[in-house]
């Protein structure tokens, strides 16, 4: 079973630093993120403190269903959390329950 986080801000920030990690892992994640986010290697260290870029990487994650679920089961969290994590850092908000 698939641990829910808590989503405070921090845990969020910690999602999206770990998001932004497994991106980099893989040479054709990494390469798919800076196109479609425009933004240049080299700049990936600094923008990681921004939380409008974590956003972005969290973002990133949502709009693709099969990176968004193997990024999940390789955190060992419910896909759902990122969504939670958007919410937390300001981003996308999350669906409200039936």
Same mark, same amino acid.
């Given at each position: ?6 989503? @405070? ?16 892992? #893989? $040479?054709e994640?990494?390469?798919? &993120?800076?196109? $479609? @986010? ?12 921004e939380?409008? &870029?974590?956003?972005?990487?969290l #973002? ?7 990176l968004?679920? #193997? &990024? =999940? #089961?390789?955190?060992?969290?419910h896909? @759902? ?5 958007? =919410?937390?850092?300001?981003g996308?908000r999350?669906p409200?329950?039936?």
């Amino acid at each position: 079973m698939k641990r829910r986080l808590s989503m @405070t801000v921090e845990a969020a920030e910690g999602l999206a630093i770990q998001a932004l990690t497994y991106l980099a892992g #893989d $040479s054709e994640r990494l390469s798919r &993120f800076l196109v $479609s @986010t425009g933004i240049e290697p080299g700049k990936i260290r600094a923008a990681s403190s921004e939380p409008e &870029f974590l956003v972005g990487v969290l #973002d990133h994650l949502v709009c693709d269903e099969r990176l968004l679920t #193997d &990024f =999940a #089961d390789e955190a060992g969290i419910h896909p @759902t959390d990122i969504g939670k994590a958007l =919410a937390a850092l300001g981003g996308r908000r999350e669906p409200e329950s039936p």
